[in-house]
């Protein structure tokens, strides 16, 4: 398959005065063209900024420090601000967490769509709006011509990301970024929300990069899966795998605690202690201080990812010892 | 929107009805209007039957719907210093104080718009320290002071710029007396509107950059960079247009409190408007023109803030609706 983007060793820092926070530390991931990628971890783990340091648009004082993204072929991370641009919400499309406040208040829908067409593209202003009305549909906004001339308020948040989802569909992205996508909806939109993704990930062979902290819907989702921990990947695999089978305590932690319906109201098991500092890391593994099955070189020793015969990438020296 | 700007002057006409009563308690309370009208040889019995003939005895609400009554017509009482219809007086200054905070307004929002969204994108550049630095010193300088600086530099050192008055005037409209026509009425008109705008100035810079680098920071701002928008549309349409809505709303209450401000300017430049008229009036104990010069520039506060409400309805869309409804 044809590999669409390539993060390879990735470094993003943020310089503070009272210390440098490593958010993403060393990550590196594939995706192939049309391939969805689901991106796990709990708050604070480095998923978002994992994500916006693919189109540079970290918050000041991140910076990316080190490593390279690779887009079709090009190092993107090397990239001038003015060719940054041409990427952003051109080849890679952006969809936000909170449908609400991703739209601005005060201009109608249709500019707002226009405007990212006119960007990226010479075309008339008629031929932009014909555009708009086409997407419009895609995401099955009802009488999408009444639609421009509206203003975000006057969309029901479920309404909003479609339209959020319109637009990133304006140019024909290879990828999208989906960041939370879901967390700021009604439960009963985001199952609608998500099958729309998905859908139309599938028609327009676009690749995507779920990030969440919901394992139920990447695994419906993505194809593959990376759980992320202190801005470390634990664990990489086929998102079947890693829901059936999970390797890293941290995931197997993190499917525990997920609700079942089949077994009765229960206390649900949660993960002892919290993500340590990510401006003081412990020497070790940055799970040891969590880990149940702790070995002594956990506290010493990073482990990196191994493959196992599954396919499944995980970074334990647990599942080294049973090789 | 049409419900929404009758809703608005129908809330404008209640603030003016208050201040026409503040101006009428200052009126009945203040002085005898029988004692200035009459001399020492009337008898007491005399001025009684006066007292009741021009009403002065009727209860307090009554006199005032009667004044409202008179207001309407455009009469607020006789001037005992110019023996002439207060109104008439105040007609006559107000365009000397009108023009000239047009034109502090226009060094304002001229000045202020650039600067405070500059300051607010590139915070970190000399140029924008520099701004914020001296805007401190701009909100914390009085404006005599301004003004009699001012004076000092440009008419007594450098002779560049006439140090009082409105200098040549031009008449239009049959009565408006504008300095705005002539190169020596501009001339004259420099230094007073610098030194009226120079509180508000440094005020509204602050007051943009604050909003702009909150506008700045919000999703949608953040939204429009990651669809590859030109930073001049993202910091022009999506960061300014919502910096406005708050600026909209201060910018119309220090409009009217301008107006207000003029007083010392006036003073300063001895220039002939509706300020130093009033200091005039207040050391002759001229109630009718005071009285008169509380309503008119009410009036003018109201009128502003009432356009300014409308106007902010035409840039939020949220307020729109609520008016459609």
């Known amino acids: 398959m044809e590999q669409l983007i390539e993060i390879k060793n990735l470094r993003v820092d943020f310089t503070l005065r009272s210390g440098t926070v490593r958010a993403v530390r060393d990550i590196s991931l594939t995706i192939n063209r049309g391939e969805r990628l689901g991106i796990v971890g709990e708050s604070g783990a480095g998923k978002s900024v994992l994500g916006f340091s693919i189109i540079n648009l970290i918050s000041k004082p991140g910076k990316i420090t080190g490593g390279k993204i690779i887009f079709r072929g090009n190092d993107i991370s090397k990239y001038s601000y003015e060719q940054m641009r041409k990427i952003r919400g051109n080849r890679i499309a952006m969809i936000f967490q909170d449908p609400m406040m991703t739209l601005n208040p005060v201009l109608t829908i249709g500019t707002q769509m226009k405007e990212t067409i006119l960007a990226h593209m010479k075309v008339s202003n008629k031929e932009a709006e014909k555009i708009c009305l086409e997407k419009l549909r895609k995401v099955y906004i009802p009488s999408p011509e009444k639609r421009l001339s509206q203003y975000p308020h006057e969309f029901s948040g479920g309404m909003r990301q479609r339209i959020v989802i319109a637009i990133s569909l304006l140019t024909n992205p290879n990828l999208i970024i989906a960041d939370e996508p879901t967390t700021a909806l009604d439960v009963t939109i985001q199952a609608e929300i998500m099958d729309l993704l998905l859908e139309l990930c599938e028609t327009e062979n676009m690749g995507l990069i779920l990030i969440t902290h919901d394992l139920a819907v990447v695994s419906e989702v993505t194809q593959r899966i990376a759980v992320l921990y202190a801005g470390k990947v634990v664990e990489l695999g086929s998102s079947k795998q890693i829901i059936t089978n999970p390797q890293h305590p941290y995931t197997q932690g993190l499917i525990k605690a997920l609700p079942q319906m089949a077994e009765g109201a229960k206390r649900l098991n949660q993960i002892p202690g919290m993500m340590p500092s990510l401006r003081d890391m412990p020497d070790g593994c940055p799970f040891a201080p969590r880990c149940a099955a702790l070995l002594e070189r956990c506290k010493h020793e990073i482990p990196t990812l191994k493959e196992l015969e599954s396919g499944t990438q995980v970074a334990c020296f647990m599942r080294e010892g049973v090789e | ?325």
């Not at chain 2, 009758?6 to 404008?12: C, D, E, G, M």
């Not at chain 2, 210093?81 to 000397?96: C, L, N, R, Y």
């Not at chain 2, 100035?201 to 928008?229: C, D, N, Q």
């Open chain 2, 1 to 325: 929107m049409f419900a929404f700007a009758v809703k608005r002057i129908f809330q404008a006409m209640i603030v003016m009805l208050i201040i026409a009563c503040i101006g009428f308690a200052i009126k009945h309370n203040f002085g005898d209007p029988i004692r200035d009208l009459v001399g020492q040889r009337v008898t007491p019995a005399e001025r009684a039957e006066m007292r009741e003939k021009l009403g002065l005895n009727d209860p307090f609400m009554v006199q005032y719907v009667r004044f409202l009554g008179d207001v309407l017509h455009g009469d607020l009482g006789q001037s005992y210093f110019f023996k002439k219809p207060a109104t008439e007086v105040i007609i006559k200054k107000a365009p000397a104080t009108l023009e000239l905070v047009f034109c502090s307004a226009l060094i304002i929002i001229l000045l202020s718009v650039p600067m405070g969204i500059y300051s607010a994108i590139k915070p970190q550049k000399w140029f924008s320290r520099f701004v914020m630095g001296t805007s401190i010193i701009g909100v914390s300088m009085p404006v005599f002071l301004t003004a009699i600086l001012l004076i000092y530099i440009f008419s007594v050192e450098l002779h560049w710029l006439p140090s009082y008055g409105r200098g040549e005037t031009v008449q239009i409209f049959g009565w408006w007396d504008s300095g705005m026509l002539t190169i020596d009425g501009l001339k004259h008109l420099i230094m007073p509107s610098i030194a009226l705008s120079s509180i508000m100035l440094p005020l509204f810079i602050r007051l943009i950059r604050s909003e702009m680098l909150e506008v700045l920071e919000s999703e949608y701002v953040k939204y429009a960079w990651a669809k590859g928008l030109k930073p001049r549309r993202v910091w022009m349409v999506h960061a300014f247009k919502n910096t406005l809505l708050p600026v909209i709303t201060v910018g119309g209450v220090q409009l009217g409190i301008m107006v207000a401000f003029t007083i010392l300017t006036e003073t300063v430049f001895q220039w002939q408007g509706m300020g130093s008229m009033f200091i005039e009036s207040v050391e002759r104990s001229d109630t009718s023109l005071m009285v008169a010069y509380l309503v008119f520039v009410g009036l003018i506060f109201v009128l502003v803030n009432t356009a300014v409400d409308i106007i902010y309805g035409l840039v939020n869309p949220t307020i729109r609706v609520a008016g459609r409804k």
